[in-house]
């Protein structure tokens, strides 16, 4: 099965800070991956699909690239309700397997 | 308005059995994959298990292969999860969640219901 990395595990930053998350596939996924963005006590938000396609009402603030097995998920200026935990998985294949997740805290 | 409602959720003994039930309502329920999704208390968010719109491909995690069975009604827009042969590492929310694209596994999971707690404790 492929495994889904994320890192780092955690950060802590700044309110308007830039801030990146990647996301790394063992194999190959194309651009079948999905960002996911959990506050603390709430259900999961589907952030970004397709790699780099914005769910519809998610802030523009929020940006994904990549292909293949390299991902990243940017904040570009961080929000006191950014904080949560954010997960990608991968989705062209079964298992579909989430990244063990990003704790982003405000500095 | 989608809607995923699930139930069924409780205490159970390790070995026992629950099954889980997922209302859907708002959207043409036949015509998505819809999947299982857990999370164990502070823990990350695992797959479970997935069936298609019309159940003819049904998916699980090894980690609940043989002992967990996915199943939907579409006359009743309902999802379920038989679990049996629980263990302590089952306990966990559990998430009926519903596929972004219609008649398709390739895709992401867009509708979350509130999640049902299941724990497995003597």
């Known amino acids: 099965d492929i495994q889904m990395t994320q890192s780092p595990s955690s950060l802590s930053a700044s309110v308007g800070d830039r801030v990146t998350i990647t996301c790394r596939a063992s194999?190959?996924?194309?651009?079948?991956l999905a960002w996911y963005q959990q506050k603390p006590g709430k259900v999961p938000k589907l952030l970004i699909y397709?790699?780099?396609t914005l769910q519809s009402g998610v802030p523009s603030r929020f940006s994904g690239s990549g292909s293949g097995t390299d991902f990243t998920l940017t904040i570009s200026s961080l929000q006191p309700e950014d904080v949560a935990i954010y997960y990608c998985?991968?989705?062209?294949?079964?298992?579909?397997?989430f990244g063990q997740g990003t704790r982003v805290e405000i500095k | 308005e989608v809607q995923l409602v699930e139930s069924g959720g409780g205490l159970v003994k390790p070995g026992g059995s629950l099954r889980l039930s997922c209302a859907a309502s708002?959207?043409?329920?036949?015509?998505?994959?819809m999947n299982w999704v857990r999370q164990a208390p502070g823990k990350g968010l695992e797959w479970v298990s997935s069936?298609?719109?019309?159940?003819?491909?049904?998916y699980y995690a090894d980690s609940v292969k043989g002992r967990f069975t996915i199943s939907r009604d579409n006359a009743n827009n309902s999802l379920y999860l038989q679990m049996n042969s629980l263990r302590a590492e089952d306990t966990a929310v559990y998430y009926c969640?519903?596929?972004?694209?219609?008649?398709?596994?390739?895709?992401?999971?867009?509708?979350w219901g509130q999640g049902t707690l299941v724990t497995v404790s003597s």
């Open positions: 969640a519903r596929d972004r694209q219609g008649f398709t596994e390739h895709a992401p999971f867009e509708y």
């Open positions: 708002g959207f043409s329920f036949s015509s998505y994959y």
């Open positions: 069936i298609s719109s019309r159940s003819s491909f049904i």
């Open positions: 194999q190959g996924i194309s651009n079948f």
């Open positions: 397709a790699a780099s």
């Open positions: 998985q991968k989705y062209n294949s079964v298992p579909r397997t």
